[in-house]
């Protein structure tokens, strides 16, 4: 079977609109609600009699009439592509077709007589049933019960006048009664709670009340004597029952009033009762689809008004349009239109209600994501909410985005959601302490660090800071006197909480000895030495195996000495055996207002005999 030439249906409603141009040329055209203009044609072949959509309107079955190699059959369209899927034989002539209220199951009412029952699952026939007498000459009728547990089916004789209404269990196909009525029976319409039906009837005309549980003739309510009544179809409040007068007019019936309470002076399409009705609603609830035929095309009728707003006309896209329209979802990627709140803690875990839709049907919503990370969990309330728990992010606004198997949803305003930035806090400091004189590079280790506006160690600003990330941040320390300070952390949300984790010691240190130059001289003293190392600003007292000597501070890095005379009294190099009776190595020391330098070998002097 040939598919549809492709269609903008990426956001519409389409109307699915028999057309029978006779012969083989028999279509299902492809109307664009919104414009009223006819996008493409499915090809079925042999007369096409009837069109249902499924109640999620994914889905299409149009009823081909007929006995050529196209037709008798049940087409099955995949409303998303507007591509026929399977072809299923059905019952000699088939007439009208049923859809259960839950979409599980089709009826198909034939000319032949006979019921050919549908598994729409599987899209294969489970039954076929007897269902009326040989006097009686076709189906004008086909209705489930609103819990899908009854079909109800009527006939008709034109020539002997006797018609019936046969009750039959949904699963069984089993006829649990028949209920004679007299006249022609055209087609029904059941109440939503299922307890009455309405027949229209000829002679006069009329619409015959029928009592579900009983199964009996309640009552009758008199139409205008302007044309013979067609089938009805009930408005989507459920209130109001509508039927063609014979062509010329269309009347409201109030099922609470038993009544009618509107005439339309519309023209529609003249069906003898014996097939689907020519008027239907659209999903909006308040525009009705009223198939005029040739050469007047489809009037669009505003219901609240009843006044023709639009036609959609004969042509070449649209030759003989037939008596039955079903209103279907094209291949619609859903739409976001608002999240509340739409904003919440960058921690995650609240609940966010997310508008829009379509989120039910076909494959329904296969992900909802915010900013590309999917959501905790989420729940589909209905076609047009969900309801989301945010994951956890940084702070910064981001798209939520709703997915099902046709696309996701495009981005805009309407769909962003703020996480909001908390406190810093800060997990580690390395190193965690450093000079006094300032210059120590420390990096600090937390959350929500990436809009950081100020570091400070204690109550002195850090002489620099870079952001690296949202848990990172570098900066330098300022001088500062000896002890241990909070460092904070600044962002636009305030201040991170001081913890342990977040202290910074400063220190004064000691002073190194790098080199003694030289390194030897004689018992007797009186060699010069350069010391050189760092940290010798503030020294007051250089020592020789911790003998005390006059000095000189050239610079924070040398000191000049005059070694003196070796004494016994001195101090043997740390790690020395020396006896100090003869000389030997001695540490040089250098203390400052912090400390002495430690030992090494690097500090050793030798004395040598001479």
């Known amino acids: 079977m040939a598919a549809a030439p492709a269609h903008a249906a990426t956001g519409m409603t389409l109307a699915y609109v028999t057309d029978s141009a006779g012969g083989s040329a028999g279509n299902v055209r492809v109307v664009d609600v919104a414009t009223d203009a006819v996008v493409g044609t499915i090809p079925l072949g042999y007369n096409p009699v009837q069109v249902l959509a499924s109640p999620d309107r994914r889905t299409a079955y149009a009823l081909s009439y007929g006995g050529t190699s196209t037709g008798n059959k049940v087409y099955v369209i995949d409303a998303g592509t507007s591509a026929v899927t399977h072809a299923i034989p059905v019952c000699d002539d088939p ?37 009326i007498e040989n006097s009686l000459e076709g189906f004008s009728g086909l209705v489930y019960s609103p819990d ?106 109030s099922l609470a009033s038993r009544s009618v309470v509107r005439t339309l002076a519309l023209t529609c399409a003249i069906s003898e009762g014996s097939t689907a009705s020519p008027l239907s609603f659209a999903p909006d609830g308040t525009t009705m689809y009223d198939v005029v035929g040739k050469p007047g095309g489809i009037a669009v009728v505003d219901l609240p008004s009843g ?21 279907v979802r094209g291949a619609i990627a859903p739409t976001v239109t608002a999240v509340s709140p739409a904003q919440g803690p960058e921690a995650g875990h609240g ?16 992900s909802v994501t915010f900013g590309g990370i999917p959501a905790l969990s989420y729940t589909v309330d209905s076609d047009t909410q969900i309801t989301a728990v945010a994951p956890p992010q ?151 195996g911790g003998l005390a000597v006059p000095y000189t501070l050239d610079s924070d890095t040398q000191i000049t000495v005059v070694a003196p005379a070796w004494s016994s009294t001195m101090t043997p190099a740390a790690g020395t055996t020396g006896s100090n009776t003869s000389g030997g190595p001695v540490d040089v020391t250098v203390t400052t207002d912090v400390g002495t330098s430690a030992v090494t070998g690097a500090d050793q002097f030798t004395y040598a005999s001479p």
Request: with cysteine; glycine share 14%; hydrophobic share 35%.
């Open 95 to 131: 007439e009208l077709e049923a859809l259960k209220p839950d979409g599980s199951q089709l009826w198909v009412g034939c000319g032949s007589g006979a019921v050919t029952v549908i598994d729409t699952a599987t899209a294969t026939v489970t039954a076929t049933l007897t269902a």
């Open 148 to 253: 899908g547990s009854k079909v109800y089916s009527s006939y008709y004789g034109y020539r002997d006048a006797a018609s019936a209404i046969n009750v039959f269990d949904s699963t069984t196909g089993a006829v649990i009664r028949s209920i004679p009525v007299t006249g022609f029976a055209g087609g029904l319409v059941e109440s939503p709670d299922g307890s009455t039906l309405f027949v229209p009837r000829e002679s006069p005309n009329s619409i015959t009340v029928v009592d579900t549980a009983s199964g009996t003739v309640t009552g009758s309510i008199a139409l205008p004597a302007t044309g013979l009544p067609d089938a009805g179809v009930l408005d989507p409040s459920g209130t109001t029952v509508y039927y063609c007068m014979g062509g010329t007019s269309i009347v409201g019936v």
């Open 307 to 327: 006044t023709r707003i639009a036609t959609i006309p004969n042509g070449p896209q649209l030759r003989g349009p037939g008596l039955s329209v079903a209103f």
């Open 351 to 366: 609940t966010v209600v997310v508008t829009g839709g379509p989120f039910v049907g076909g494959s329904g919503a296969t």
């Open 394 to 544: 940084v702070f910064r606004t981001v798209d939520v985005t709703v997915s099902n198997d046709n696309g996701t949803s495009a981005v805009g305003p309407a769909d962003q959601y703020t996480y909001l930035e908390a406190p810093p806090t800060i997990g580690s400091l390395t190193p965690s302490s450093g000079v006094s004189s300032g210059g120590t590079t420390v990096i600090i280790r937390g959350t929500d660090l990436s809009t950081t506006q100020a570091v400070y160690f204690g109550g002195t600003a850090a002489a620099s800071f870079t952001v690296d990330s949202d848990t990172q941040v570098t900066a330098v320390t300022r001088a500062q006197t000896n002890g241990t300070v909070n460092v904070t952390v600044t962002n636009s949300a305030g201040v991170n909480a001081s913890v342990p984790a977040g202290q910074f010691t400063f220190f004064s240190p000691v002073p190194v000895i790098g080199s003694v130059s030289p390194s030897t001289g004689p018992n007797t003293g009186g060699t010069t030495v350069t010391i050189r190392g760092m940290r010798f600003t503030g020294t007051f007292r250089v020592a020789f």
